[in-house]
């Protein structure tokens, strides 16, 4: 027998024969925190593995090495875009200064491939041009959208930003209506207080605003990266898409549904509108992989 196998088997039988150093009730409190850290730990291992094999393009190398850049130069709330943020992100795509005429043509590109990124260097690039987010850059459609949710401000971005993109695979969704004139328009849910209302904090709400800096689902360092589905482009159906989210917004303030962790939430909110209006089916609407990417998405509408 070999040194390190009796080595091995010597160690093994120590931690057989070992004495707990605690006892009682303090003992199975540290096994119940071991037990709540492995599970933690497993829990985020397999939410890595989900984030980075899923809706990850021809390419998931180049495309992993795309957000780990935007999550790198997105800065903290009220801090500047670095200005080597652009063109070290889309420089090889788009050049170091991109006009508004070749982003739309690149995120047109984009949009008809299928999921794809919508994310804070691009959009600060987009504001800086234009001063807001239309349809001269972004092309016009209905989008769905969907970010991860974690903290703008320090000390905590640098890093939650990273663990909430890549260890927290659940997403929030929202809708994007992009007209061919005026500014885009966003639909976002979630609970009173998120939007400041202080009456009813925990119902369910929605609110429609300019998709600005100050929306409630702009990209921003905490969500940096927006993974974006244009589920139309349709010139009669974006036409009517602003009032008809402004009527989904009206029922649900009439439904007076109390937010839920897993349903009805602001998923189930947006899931409900799609299906309502023929976007979506209530099979696909309830798939396990959508549930997986927006917890309450696939939930019952009332």
Not at 157 to 185: D, N, W
Request: aromatic share 8%; proline share 8%; net charge neutral.
């Amino acid at each position: 027998m070999s040194k390190t196998s009796s080595r091995r088997d010597r160690l093994l039988q120590r931690v057989r024969h070992a004495r707990h150093p605690l006892q009682g009730w303090q003992r199975w409190a540290v096994i119940a925190g071991q037990g709540i850290v492995g599970f933690v730990a497993l829990f985020a291992v397999v939410n890595l593995v989900l984030s980075l094999s899923t809706f990850r393009g021809e390419d998931p190398l180049a495309r992993t090495v795309h957000e780990l850049r935007v999550l790198w130069f997105s800065p903290p709330d009220g801090q500047p875009m670095s200005p080597a943020a652009f063109p070290t992100v889309y420089g090889r795509d788009l050049g170091p200064a991109p006009d508004t005429v070749a982003i739309h043509a690149f995120l047109e590109r984009e949009a008809e491939d299928g999921v794809f990124l919508l994310d804070h260097v691009m959009v600060d690039r987009i504001l800086k041009l234009n001063g807001r987010i239309d349809a001269r850059s972004l092309p016009s459609g209905v989008y769905v959208g969907a970010h991860a949710l974690g903290p703008d401000g320090l000390p905590f971005v640098p890093v939650t930003k990273f663990l909430a993109q890549y260890l927290l695979f659940p997403r929030h969704a929202y809708i994007l209506v992009v007209p061919e004139a005026g500014p885009a328009i966003a639909f976002s849910a979630s609970q009173n207080a998120k939007f400041g209302i202080d009456v009813h904090p925990d119902q369910l709400s929605a609110e429609v605003a300019p998709f600005t800096p100050q929306a409630y689902d702009f990209p921003s360092s905490g969500e940096a990266l927006h993974e974006m589905t244009r589920i139309t482009n349709d010139p009669a159906q974006v036409a009517g898409a602003v009032q008809a989210l402004k009527n989904a917004q009206a029922r649900l303030a009439q439904e007076g549904l109390t937010y839920g962790l897993l349903a009805p939430n602001s998923n189930t909110a947006v899931g409900c509108v799609l299906q309502g209006s023929g976007a979506i089916s209530q099979q696909a609407r309830s798939s396990i992989l959508l549930a997986l990417r927006a917890p309450g998405f696939g939930a019952a509408c009332e």
